[in-house]
């Protein structure tokens, strides 16, 4: 992620925040682990909440995901986010 951010910013992003999907740490977690991430979104219900907040906060202009996202899943996350949402590799072939 810290490449990523480098990338980015260097592209003349602000980088206001990085979150990671995390599985196995609480006990509901662990429940799930063997369970697929949801293929709408890649992310947990609440941690879309909770970059959505975040969103909102730093009045960001888009979410880049270090993963691929499909047309779906950008248009999902869009939604839910408030602001677009991009793969990586979208904005660095976007050069």
């Known amino acids: 992620m ?5 990338a980015l910013v260097a592209r003349g992003a602000r980088v206001v925040a990085q979150f990671v999907q995390r599985r196995g740490v609480s ?8 369970l697929p991430y949801s293929s ?6 609440g ?8 969103c909102d906060q730093a009045n960001a ?7 691929a996202l499909t047309g779906r899943q950008q248009r999902a996350l869009a ?10 590799s979208d904005v660095l072939a976007a050069d």
């Not at 006990?27 to 063997?34: A, L």
């Not at 202009?61 to 270090?66: G, L, M, P, S």
Request: with cysteine; aromatic share 4%.
């Open 27 to 34: 006990g509901g977690g662990v429940r799930k682990m063997s």
């Open 79 to 88: 939604g839910m986010l408030g602001c677009p949402a991009v793969s990586l």
């Open 61 to 67: 202009d888009a979410v880049v995901f270090v993963a």
């Open 40 to 45: 709408r979104t890649l992310l947990s219900y």
């Open 2 to 6: 810290t490449s990523a951010a480098t």
């Open 47 to 54: 941690k879309v909440r909770e970059v959505a907040q975040a």
